[in-house]
C-alpha cells in the first residue's frame, strides 16, 4: 500500500552515472543523471575507482538541481553535526565537506524516504550512492529503502503502464544479461543469464575492436543503420539452440576479433557491415531465447529493460515478433532503458512501506546481488 503522495528521493551510482530522481506517487517530478560518458571514453570502458571519484564530485550538485526541478529547495541557514556526517562519508574523498556546505544552506525538503541502488552493480560505485544515503538518512531522519537494480530496469517499463502475468522479462545491460521469469510483481526465477560477457559488454567490446569509441551500443548501432543489406560477413549466434536459456557472448567478440585481424584493408563498408552482423548476431540470439521462453512458461507478456534496450533494432524486431505470436510488449522509453535514478524511485513505489528500513547502518553495497 502507498501512503498519501509519497515522495521518494531516489539514488543511483551502480555504473559510470551519477543519477538523482525524486518521485511523487509514481509521477517523475525530477529525473537528472550526469553522464561520465566523456571520461571514461578516453579508456575504452569503465574503471570503477575513476566513477567513484566522479560519483563523489556529481552527488551534491545533481542532488541540488534534481530537488530544484522537483521544486524542493527551500534555502535556510542550518545548524548541523558536522562530526557524524564526516564518520558516515569518511571513505568518500571530498564528499563530505560538499555536503555539508550543501545542508547549512538548505532546509530538509518535502520527501518521506530516500531509495537507493544497493546491487548488483560495481561495488565502489554503489558504496558512494548508499554513503550518500546514509548521511542523507541520519540528517533528515527519513528511512532508507534498499532497490534492487536489474528489478527496478524491469520496473522502467511501469512509469505508465501495467504488466499482465505471466511475463518473461529480459534485462540487458553493460552488466547483465537475465532472462527472467515474472508470475507477479516482485515473484521472479531466473531462467537464464550469461556465463560469460553482457549483451552490452559485447557491444562495447566488439566497438573497441573496430576503433569505435565508448560505450560501443549506440556506435554499433549508428554504423549498422548505415550499412547496406549485403551480407558478406557471418558471425556464429552463441548459444541459440541450447536447450537452457543461458547466454553466452564471449565468443561472439573473439569472431568478430578473427575476422578483423583477417582483414587486410578496413574499409569503412566492412565496419557498417560488421557492426549489422555484430547487431544482428545478438538481437537473434535475444529473440528466440525470450520467445521460447515465453512459449514455454505461457508468458502474456515481454517486457525488455537495460541501457541494451536502446537499441532501435532490437525493439524494432522484438515488436514484429511479439504481435506475430500476439504477446503484450513492454520496453522502456529510451531515457529510462539506460541507468537512471527514476526506475529506482518507481521500484521503491512498489516496495513502500515493506522495504523499508530506520536502520540506515546496516546498509551495505552487494556487487553481486540476486533478484
Ligand atoms: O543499463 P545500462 O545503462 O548500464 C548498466 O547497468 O550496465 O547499460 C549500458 C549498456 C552499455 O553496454 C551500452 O553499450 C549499451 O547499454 N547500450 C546500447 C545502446 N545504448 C546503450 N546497446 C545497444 N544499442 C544501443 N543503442
Ligand atoms: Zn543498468
Not at 543523471?33 to 556529481?58: D, T, W
Not at 511501469?158 to 522479462?169: D, G, Q, V, W
Not at 503484450?328 to 513505489?349: H, Q, R, W, Y
Request: hydrophobic share 40%; with cysteine.
Amino acid at each position: 500500500m502507498i501512503e498519501d503522495k509519497m515522495i521518494i528521493l531516489a539514488i543511483e551510482t551502480s555504473c559510470d552515472d551519477t543519477c538523482i530522481s525524486v518521485i511523487k506517487d509514481f509521477d517523475i517530478l525530477s529525473n537528472v543523471v550526469s553522464s561520465q560518458i566523456e571520461i571514461h571514453k578516453k579508456y575504452g570502458g569503465v574503471f570503477p575507482a575513476l566513477a567513484k571519484r566522479e560519483h563523489q564530485k556529481n552527488l551534491v550538485p545533481v542532488l541540488r538541481q534534481s530537488l530544484k526541478i522537483a521544486k524542493l529547495l527551500k534555502q535556510e541557514n542550518q545548524k548541523l553535526d558536522e562530526e557524524e556526517l564526516k564518520d558516515i562519508l569518511a571513505r568518500e574523498q571530498g564528499l563530505s565537506k560538499k555536503l555539508i556546505t550543501f545542508l547549512k544552506k538548505y532546509q530538509k525538503p518535502k520527501i518521506d524516504a530516500i531509495a537507493v541502488t544497493v546491487g548488483p552493480g560495481l561495488e565502489p560505485c554503489l558504496w558512494a550512492g548508499i554513503n550518500f544515503s546514509k548521511a542523507l538518512s541520519h540528517y533528515w531522519n527519513l528511512p532508507v529503502i534498499p532497490i534492487n537494480h536489474i528489478e527496478a530496469h524491469i520496473f522502467a517499463n511501469l512509469i505508465n503502464t501495467e504488466i499482465k502475468f505471466p511475463a518473461a522479462a529480459l534485462v540487458v545491460s553493460g552488466g547483465h544479461t537475465q532472462l527472467i521469469l515474472m508470475k507477479a510483481l516482485g515473484k521472479y526465477k531466473i531462467l537464464g543469464e550469461t556465463r560469460d560477457d553482457a549483451a552490452g559488454e559485447c557491444f562495447d567490446k566488439t566497438a573497441r575492436i573496430l576503433g569505435l569509441s565508448y560505450p560501443g551500443g549506440p556506435e554499433i548501432a549508428k554504423m549498422a543503420s548505415e550499412a547496406k543489406r549485403q551480407k558478406n560477413i557471418k558471425l556464429p549466434r552463441p548459444m541459440i539452440y541450447s536447450k537452457n536459456y543461458d547466454f553466452s557472448f564471449s565468443g561472439l567478440k573473439t569472431a568478430v576479433l578473427y575476422n578483423f585481424k583477417k582483414q587486410t584493408k578496413i574499409s569503412k563498408k566492412y565496419i557498417r557491415e560488421m557492426c549489422a552482423e555484430i547487431q544482428q548476431s545478438i538481437i537473434d540470439v535475444l529473440i528466440r531465447k525470450t520467445m521460447r521462453a515465453a512459449q514455454e512458461h505461457k508468458a502474456k507478456t515481454i517486457i525488455l529493460g537495460g541501457g541494451v534496450t536502446a537499441n532501435k533494432e532490437l525493439k524494432k524486431q522484438f515488436q514484429e515478433k511479439t504481435k506475430e505470436l500476439k504477446l503484450e510488449f513492454l520496453v522502456p522509453k529510451t531515457k529510462f532503458s539506460t541507468d537512471n535514478a527514476a526506475m529506482i524511485g518507481i521500484t521503491a513505489c512498489h516496495h513502500w512501506p515493506k522495504k523499508k528500513t530506520k536502520n540506515w547502518r546496516n546498509l551495505k553495497a552487494n556487487a553481486n546481488l540476486r533478484i
